[in-house]
């Protein structure tokens, strides 16, 4: 039995290896300064009594 072992390392050169990958994560969390404060602005005069004016565009 270990001559065939012997053998089989010789024949394989050495192949006979349990080889395990490697895995890597890398996060990275930067903070910056706040977004701007949002713009206050006056609403116009309603059209007519059920209208109703909503922000955008």
Known sequence: MKRGLVALL????G???ATAAAAQLSINISVGSPPPP????AQPALPGPDYVWTPGY
């Open 10 to 13: 010789a024949l394989g050169g």
């Open 15 to 17: 192949m006979v290896v």
């Open 38 to 41: 949002l713009p206050v602005y």
